[in-house]
Structures are given as C-alpha cells and as structure tokens.
C-alpha cells in the first residue's frame, strides 16, 4: 500500500501513460523549429542575394537596360535626389518634375556640371487637376524615358494627431503622395509600355510597416504607395515594366525631420551611421537592388529592422510606440 502512495510509483504511471503524447508534441516541436530555421536561412539567403552578391558582380549598365531618360517626382526630399544622382552618375539623363522650381534648380544644375547629362525641369502644380498632365507630356515627347521615380514627402513626420494637422495640409498631403503619384505613374507607363522596357521605383517609408499614433495621413499614404506598386508590379511587369517598391527607415538629412519610421528627436535628423545613412549612401546600395528585388528596403541594416518589425505583435507595438511618442 505504501508503493502506491508513492510520488515516485504516480509519476511513473503517468508518464508512461502519456508517452505517446509527449513524442508527439516532441515531433510538432522539431518540425515547428525546422520550419523557422528554414526560414531564417532563406531569409539570409535573400539578403546576401539582394544586398551583396549584386554589388559585387555588376551587372548591365541601367542606360542600356531601361532607358537613357530617369523622371524623378519629389526630388525636393534628400533621398531622391541622391537617387537622381546616382542614375547621373551612370550617364542617365534626368527630368525633375516639381511644383516649386527653386528647389530643383540647383541639383539640375549640379548634375549637369559634374557628369555631363541633360537636365530638365518640368513645373507641375498638381493641385490643378488634369491640366498640370500637359507640360509632363510634352517633356516626355519624343525622349527613350526609362525610369521613373517617385518619392513620398514626409513634410508631415513630426508626430500629429489628425486633428491637429489643419484640412488643406491633409489635401495637400494626400494630393501630393496619393493623387499625383498615381497620375504620374499614369503619364510616363505608356510609353514603357510601348517600349517594353521601363523601372518604375516608388520610394516611400518604413512608416507603412506598423501603424503610427501621431503619423496617420503618412502611415496611411506611404501604405497606398506600396500596395500600388505591389499591384503595378501584377499588373505590368509582365509587359517589361520592372516596378520597385523601396522602403526605406530612417535617412540622415541635414535640416529635415526624421522617418516617420524612427526616433522623433531632431538633432537625429543630422546623426548618420549605419543604422541612419547618409541620403548618397541609401541611394547607392538602393539602386543596386533595381531588378533584383520587388520590394526592398533598399539598404542591408534597414532589412534588419523590418525583420525585427515584422516580428513584434502589433497588441506589443501600439502601446510601445505610444510610450515612445509621449517620451519625446
């Protein structure tokens, strides 16, 4: 009798009738992690693949791939006209279209004195509907036009909540990130397509990863930016139209407020390191990706951080990023 009250006697009982379910739960936990061994080394794999092997064996010169004309819209953040001079820099004539010439003015002009390509300003104020469309046609007219890159503005980073953001900024916002994107997008793909040939790389942010208390109106349009060029790319990529998506975490930029993406501090706006390149550092390693990768960072470390992103449950991330809106 006193066998049987032993613990040891119980213990022994119960684990031999259980035996059967603990190889079981023994082979779901193998293959559970097996699968995601699997998966971080095809994660690995893709990184060397995007980030590495194509900066180590150069491939075809753009120009003679895509086209020898680029048509940059947004060239007023840092990020594209690095972009717009990386393509200079591989002998790719550019065309600026903005709303305010004043600020292109100077990085045509650049451009043209430091690798010998044509420049060209086109003035659209997109806000007037169809009619800005016309001087973006006659641009393009009879010029092999093979890039277009478009660029989120982030002129609204700095944490709002959506009543604070008054209704024309909320127009203009969504005008210039949703509307004129689109209708660019509308104006140069027919001649692409014509050629069939074409890239068409839509910059936005790591703000459309997760969703951001005080960044609603840029969460929400760099979202639509990636999602269009998801869909574009179903669309016309069978057609010889190559369209990238890139999204990029925070860019260092002298006197611009950091990625909605990031730390909200000012002074990082200015810091640069690995983490935060340089906007000519991004841009070299993010054109090395074009052809190699749909939907990119564009930049090693940044893919790092949308791993880590993707991997925090959004019930972890909301409350986290409130406590860090209302630290800083």
């Known amino acids: 009798m006193a066998a049987v009250d032993s613990f040891q006697f119980l213990y022994t009982e119960i684990a031999r009738s259980c035996n059967s379910y603990f190889e079981t739960l023994a082979l779901v936990g193998a293959v559970y992690t097996a699968s995601r061994a699997a ?11 995007v980030h590495f092997l194509p900066r180590m064996m150069p491939s075809r010169r753009l120009a003679q791939r895509f086209g020898q004309w680029a048509v940059i819209y947004g060239a007023s953040e840092a990020i594209a006209k690095a972009y717009a001079e990386e393509l200079a820099r591989q002998g790719i004539n550019i065309i600026f279209v903005s709303q305010d010439n004043a600020a292109v003015r100077d990085a045509a002009l650049s451009l043209s004195q430091s690798y010998g390509v044509e420049t060209v300003i086109v003035e659209a104020d997109f806000t007037l509907g169809q009619v800005a469309g016309k001087p973006v ?3 393009l007219r009879g010029k092999d036009v093979g890039f277009l890159v478009n660029c989120v503005d982030e002129s609204l980073a700095f944490p709002q909540s959506l009543i604070e953001v008054s209704e024309q900024d909320l127009l203009d916002l969504v005008n210039r990130n949703v509307a004129a994107i689109t209708l660019m997008t509308r104006l140069v793909l027919p001649g692409m397509v ?5 890239a068409v790389v839509n910059i936005s942010s790591g703000a459309c990863c997760q969703p951001l208390p005080g960044r609603v109106t840029l969460s929400a349009s760099t979202g639509y930016l990636d999602h269009f060029s998801r869909a574009l790319h179903l669309e016309y990529g069978c057609r ?3 369209v990238q998506s890139l999204i990029p975490f925070q860019v260092a930029s002298s006197g611009r407020p950091p990625s909605a993406s990031s730390s909200s501090s000012p002074a990082a706006a200015a810091a640069h390191g690995w983490l935060v390149p340089k906007p000519e550092v991004y841009a070299r390693h993010a054109i090395s990706t074009l052809g190699i990768s749909h939907r990119t960072t564009g930049y090693w470390p940044h893919t790092l951080q949308y791993g880590l992103m993707r991997c925090i449950p959004e019930w972890i991330w909301v409350p986290a990023s409130r406590m860090l809106l209302s630290s800083s």
Do not use: N
């Open 39 to 49: 998966v971080l080394l095809r994660d690995c794999c893709t990184l060397v693949r």
């Open 240 to 242: 010889g139209i190559y």
């Open 137 to 139: 046609k006659d641009a």
């Open 194 to 198: 014509e050629r069939s040939r074409g």
